[in-house]
């Protein structure tokens, strides 16, 4: 079934994009502004996007199609031009090979292919807590508790997890955001309507 973009959307992940390949560039103090905000803004998309309807099998297999197979599609012609190019330019042998492979397939923050993985391992969180809660507000709660959990994690020294699932935890409130902001978007947007409104007559009022 095909379904019909949504141009902000796609205005906002070339946004998004274009952040990416800005922040690997060192800019200083812009870089660490962007790096503030532009894989929240990917998450918080994707939670937008989320759809519960399908069933699980069906769930799965979306996601496996269109994360799972570019990952794959995409990241092994990377990971051979890696090492290729670090056999060529710094003498690199079939050692590294080995280890950059297993890099890839354990998926350790394996070059920018780590957002593939932890996307995929995001969306099976979501709609798990989704069919098991049902309800938006134990949600809510999860999208609390689970980077405090990855916080702690990492506080008690815990390592990047395969397929970076220690990600998830902290991106989780995002995702969750996106949901919850299409759920309600018509009261938000006439909550925030009504809101200006009433500032701006205040402060027309006081000059």
Same mark, same amino acid.
């Given at each position: 079934?095909?379904? !019909?973009?949504?141009d902000?959307? @796609?205005?906002? &992940?070339?946004? =998004? ?10 800019? =200083? ?10 894989m929240?803004?990917?998450?918080? $998309?994707? =939670?937008? +996007?989320?759809?519960? *309807?399908?069933?699980? /099998?069906?769930?799965? *297999? ?12 995409l990241?092994? #012609?990377?990971?051979?031009? @890696?090492?290729?190019?670090? &056999? ?5 042998? #079939?050692?590294?090979? &080995? ?9 350790r923050?394996? /070059? ?6 932890c996307? $995929?391992? $995001?969306?099976?969180?979501f709609?798990?807590?989704y069919?098991?809660? &049902? *309800? ?8 609390? +508790?689970f #980077?405090?959990?990855g916080?702690?994690?990492y506080?008690l020294?815990?390592?990047?997890? #395969? ?14 955001? =996106?949901? +919850?902001? *299409?759920?309600?978007q @018509?009261?938000?947007?006439? !909550?925030v309507?009504?809101?200006? !409104? ?8 006081a000059?």
């Amino acid at each position: 079934m095909e379904t !019909k973009r949504i141009d902000w959307i @796609d205005t906002a &992940k070339g946004i =998004g994009i274009i952040c990416v390949m800005i922040a690997h560039i060192d800019f =200083g103090i812009i870089e660490k502004w962007i790096n503030s905000f532009h894989m929240p803004l990917f998450f918080f $998309l994707s =939670g937008y +996007l989320f759809s519960g *309807k399908r069933s699980t /099998s069906a769930f799965l *297999k979306r996601k496996l199609r269109t994360e799972l197979l570019p990952y794959f599609a995409l990241g092994f #012609p990377m990971l051979l031009f @890696d090492f290729a190019f670090m &056999k060529y330019t710094k003498g690199y042998g #079939p050692y590294y090979l &080995k280890v950059q492979t297993l890099n890839f397939f354990v998926q350790r923050r394996y /070059s920018t292919f780590w957002f593939l993985a932890c996307l $995929l391992c $995001l969306n099976i969180l979501f709609y798990a807590t989704y069919k098991l809660l &049902k *309800k938006d507000k134990y949600l809510v709660i999860c999208a609390v +508790l689970f #980077p405090i959990l990855g916080f702690a994690f990492y506080l008690l020294g815990g390592k990047s997890l #395969p397929w970076n699932m220690d990600v998830c935890f902290t991106a989780y409130p995002f995702y969750c955001m =996106g949901y +919850l902001y *299409k759920k309600n978007q @018509d009261s938000f947007h006439e !909550k925030v309507s009504r809101f200006t !409104k009433t500032r701006g007559r205040a402060f027309l009022t006081a000059i």
